[in-house]
Each structure stands twice: as structure tokens, then as C-alpha cells.
């Protein structure tokens, strides 16, 4: 499950797991660096892929298109995007073009059978799961590519799964997940 908002969080399930690894940082692919020299992440490093491909990624590229001084919040680029306003439908697409290397990369290390996409990007998805698929499938290896699916709850997804995360914790229920 990769989530999409002020960032690029990731949820890895294996054989019905959730993957957590020794320090409880498995999964940390927003800090991978996807462009050398790229923007200043809060990490440290630059170009992180949710530097890249995150909602705050979407509408610093609105801002830096010159159409305003202030960035838009995302369900405003989405709004702005669907009034044909050119701009914001731009600052989408290299968000969903980031979005696609990100994900490519989770393809081809982990082999995962589905990817399922969940946040506010998923309002977009007849727009912009196309786009987000084709640089997927931009140089495919070997093998299946995952299914890449959008989660049809945007929001409440995020919210069940923190649940689940805090019941499996302090209360070992892990058939929650």
C-alpha cells in the first residue's frame, strides 16, 4: 500500500504480515533519493521520491509555475485541474510521472502481486492512473508487472489501517490487518 499526501508512506505485507523490520522503519521508500540534486527533503537528503511525487510536490510545482505566490492545498489543484486550468492539470502530471518511477522501483525490488494507491490522488485516478501505469511499465523486466489500484475510500483507508496498527500493538490482533 503506498499512501499519498504530505509525503509517500508505505505499508509492505508479506504472507499476511505487516512488515515492520528490526527498528519498525521497513518500507521507508519516501526517502529514497529518485533525483540527485533535487529538492532539500526533511531528511536531509535531496530529491527524495516524496519530495518528488507527494501533494506538497504537486502544488510547490503549481507555485513555481508563476500563476501564484501561494500554494494551493491539493483538493484546490484538483478543483483548479478539473476547470481546465492547464497549469494545475501540469503540476499533476509530474507529480503522477514521479509517482510512476517511485512505484516502478517497488515493482521491480519487491515483486508485489497488487499496489494499491490510496490518498487524494485517487479523485484523479481516471486522469491520472494512466499516466502513473505507463511510466510503471516504462522498462519493464521479466515477469508480471503488480496490479496498480487505487483505493476507492481515499481517506478513510489511511484511517482503518493506523487502527489496525494500533490494535495489533496493544492489543496482539493482528487479524485485524
Same mark, same amino acid.
Given at each position: 500500500?503506498?499512501?499519498?499526501?504530505?509525503?509517500?508512506?508505505?505499508?509492505?505485507f508479506?504472507?499476511?504480515?505487516?512488515?515492520?523490520?528490526?527498528?519498525?522503519m521497513a518500507?521507508?521508500?519516501?526517502?529514497?533519493?529518485l533525483?540527485?540534486?533535487?529538492?532539500?527533503?526533511?531528511c536531509g537528503n535531496?530529491?527524495? =521520491?516524496?519530495?518528488?511525487?507527494?501533494n506538497?510536490?504537486?502544488a510547490?510545482?503549481?507555485?513555481?509555475?508563476?500563476?501564484?505566490?501561494?500554494?494551493?492545498?491539493?483538493l484546490?489543484?484538483?478543483?483548479?485541474?478539473?476547470?481546465?486550468?492547464?497549469?494545475a492539470?501540469k503540476a499533476?502530471?509530474?507529480?503522477?510521472?514521479f509517482?510512476?518511477?517511485?512505484?516502478?522501483?517497488?515493482?521491480t525490488?519487491?515483486?508485489?502481486?497488487?499496489?494499491?494507491?490510496?490518498?487524494?490522488?485517487?479523485?484523479? =485516478?481516471?486522469r491520472?492512473?494512466p499516466?502513473?501505469?505507463?511510466?510503471?511499465?516504462?522498462?519493464?523486466l521479466?515477469?508480471?508487472?503488480?496490479?496498480?489500484?487505487p483505493?476507492h475510500?481515499?481517506?478513510?483507508a489511511?484511517?482503518?489501517?493506523?487502527?489496525?496498527?494500533?490494535?495489533?500493538?496493544?492489543?496482539?490482533?493482528?487479524?485485524?490487518?
Amino acid at each position: 500500500m503506498v499512501t499519498v499526501s504530505e509525503g509517500i508512506g508505505i505499508g509492505l505485507f508479506m504472507n499476511g504480515q505487516l512488515v515492520r523490520g528490526p527498528d519498525g522503519m521497513a518500507g521507508e521508500f519516501g526517502h529514497t533519493t529518485l533525483e540527485v540534486g533535487g529538492p532539500l527533503c526533511g531528511c536531509g537528503n535531496r530529491g527524495c =521520491w516524496e519530495m518528488l511525487a507527494s501533494n506538497r510536490a504537486a502544488a510547490r510545482y503549481y507555485s513555481r509555475s508563476g500563476e501564484t505566490s501561494n500554494d494551493p492545498s491539493y483538493l484546490e489543484l484538483l478543483a483548479l485541474a478539473e476547470q481546465g486550468d492547464v497549469k494545475a492539470a501540469k503540476a499533476l502530471d509530474t507529480q503522477a510521472l514521479f509517482l510512476g518511477r517511485g512505484l516502478r522501483m517497488l515493482a521491480t525490488g519487491l515483486a508485489p502481486a497488487a499496489i494499491v494507491i490510496v490518498g487524494e490522488i485517487t479523485r484523479a =485516478w481516471n486522469r491520472l492512473g494512466p499516466a502513473i501505469e505507463k511510466e510503471v511499465t516504462a522498462y519493464p523486466l521479466p515477469g508480471r508487472m503488480p496490479r496498480i489500484q487505487p483505493a476507492h475510500d481515499g481517506e478513510t483507508a489511511r484511517l482503518r489501517g493506523t487502527v489496525a496498527l494500533v490494535l495489533q500493538k496493544h492489543f496482539a490482533a493482528s487479524s485485524f490487518l
